[in-house]
């Protein structure tokens, strides 16, 4: 983490607040990631591909789950984010399965509508 802001170098870097996941994925070809849920969810939702880097809790399963969807390459170093980056970039493969989740996202239940069906159901 910065500790200190002033460390940054402002050419490269911009510090900011919180900003919506969907408004970070915009213009984004492929996400990197540890695979936590909301990053990988996120990136699902948006047919973003993913390169996977999981560590610990439930990121092992959460990016078995994508790349078993065809939405993610998961690799085991650090020291192997560029190459499966180029691999991810080159191969259209995990885009299309992203793609694919995506459009099955799209066509789920709101979390609003399920609410009213489970109310509906215990009414």
Known sequence: MFDDPAKVDSTRVHLAGFV?????????DVVVSSAGAGSVLSALSAARPMVLFPMGLD?????ARAAEAGAAVVIDTADQVADAVARVLADHAVADGAATVAEEIAGMNSADDVLGLLLKRLG
Do not use: D
């Open 59 to 63: 990121k092992p399963v959460n990016a």
């Open 20 to 28: 919506p996941m969907r408004c970070l994925l915009e213009g984004v």
